[in-house]
């Protein structure tokens, strides 16, 4: 049946039979054939013309181009539609079409060339199919819309059909309800031609067409002049039945977590275009190898009508793969024929967090006061979009992590060796839930003996044969201290002396000079480690008496001196007398010379200057 796409239509009166909407379930299947797959074409409608969409309906590319939209409307006017996918029925191609609706289950069920392409629960209900049924046209006033292309082997069923029904209906092609003697017919033509005149013949294709196998056909059209019986002419009509592409099921989209496994798919409706006895090869291909890597396993033996795929995702990968799955004949691509079907579907691997893991680390040993620094490195398949945090557990004083780079440092400090520290070092990743890792180490810190310091002497000036002495206190740095010994370097004045448990130095000054004193402390560590220290000891002569001057019974001294000595002038009447005597108070010299006052009590008087209280 021919429609031009403005006012063609089949209409096919109320009647108890075709109210299939009561039954427990009910079919519609066509073989349609139309020229533009952008234009939206009625299939059929059971219509009551005063109320727009008043009965169960169906459309070609009704919302995208080439798809399905069936109408199964409830009675009381409530509309339960459900659309396939886009480009399911191709321009100038011929298609099956089936919908199926059982009520008992809801289910609805559209089939396009013998597959199912879209099945939705719509509920149980009471379809509305009292109304006129319109073949090609939709009939509802000022929504008027007809079918353009062709409709062949309309059926309405009481009943849902299975799939192994419908899929049987397609496959029967010209062996089906309506058989055709060939597989091309011809419009209707007659009539008488003027002289010389001419009319065209249309030519078309039946639906058995289909179930021709690949390749040349002719047939003879006669065309007969009835008038006078003046005879007849043929005219061939040639087809070339080129490859069909095969088929395969849709692929809908999965979606997995990462590092989950393995994954099986299942690859259905897997057959040779049209009713080609074909061998076919399946194959399948993965646009994201850093995801899913190819060649994907494909278990598939022709001619076998399913198949499954086995992929598993890189260990640690996640993303989008857009897998592809071709179907391929082995009847070629000769004069522009289809050999293959791509069907593809998305795969999505969601992130999962993984536990970072710390590098181990040997075993240190390091001596106090030496600087300890070690990198840790940390592996985490999630970097570099994860962030690692470093810290360290009941660390030892002074130890110190870099949260960021996870760099250890320390420096033993004395107090802390000798000893074995553990150390651990903990990282924590950022993802959810944060996971971490955590490693330990040991740090033996070795004792290292330090060299004792000596307190420093100031050089002084002496006069000969005064009592030169001092304390040099020592420290030891190590704990537990050493014990120290302390004595004299090369060179020291003869008579001079050191104790060697407090360091005191004696000596008597000898002539006068410059002595250089090296003194020393050592401990007894290992190795034994020494401190000296040295200073210079000037001796001067001893004091003597540069001058006395005498006013009466007044007398002044005057003697050489070292400044800041303590001198003690002393006297005597008679040098037969056995001691002699101090004058009260001793002169502190503040330079080169010093001076005393007396009053003589006598004529004559003996003195003395003696430095101190020596």
Known sequence: MFFDGNNDAVRIPVSEELNV???DGYTFEVWLNVPNINRRNPVFEFDEASIAFSGTFAFVSANTPGSIHAGLIQVGNIDHSFVSDPNLVSANTWAH????????????TIYVNGNQVRQQNLGSFISRTSGTLFLGHRAATGFEETFQGTLDEAALYNRDLSAAEVQAIFLAGSNGKCREGTWFGFGSQGGALAPNATSNVSVFLNTNALSLAVGNYSDVLTIINASNDRGSTERTVALAVLNRRPTLGPLPPIQLAEDSGARTISLANIRPGGNEQQRLAVAAFSGNESLIANPIAVNYISP????????????????????????RDDAGTANGAIDAVTNTFL?????????????LIPAQIIGEGSALVLSNTVRDPDLPDDQITFTLVSPPAGAIIDPVTGVFSWTPTESQGPGTNTITVV?????????????????TVLEVNLAPVLTAVADRVVHEGMLVTWTAPASDPDLPSNRLTYGLGAGAPPGSSVNPLNGSFNWIAQAPGTNTIVYTVSDDGTPALVDSRSCRVIVLAPPRITAINQTGVNVTLIWTAIPGLSYRVQFKDNLSQ???????????ATGQTATRADTLGLQQRFYRIRVGNE
Do not use: C, E, K
């Not at 056995?578 to 502190?588: A, H, Q, R, S």
């Open 97 to 108: 079409l089936a919908i199926t609706y059982n009520r008992l289950t809801g289910l609805g």
């Open 347 to 359: 795969v999505t691997v969601t992130p999962v967090n993984d536990a970072p893991a710390l590098a």
């Open 304 to 327: 076998a009508t399913n198949g499954t795929l086995l992929f598993a995702p890189l260990t640690n990968a996640h993303g989008t793969a857009l897998v592809s799955v071709v179907v």
């Open 21 to 23: 909407g009561t039954n």
């Open 427 to 443: 990282a924590v990743d950022r993802g959810q839930p944060p996971l971490s890792a955590i490693n330990q180490f040991t740090v």
């Open 578 to 588: 056995p001691d002699w005597t101090d004058l009260p108070g001793d002169i502190l």
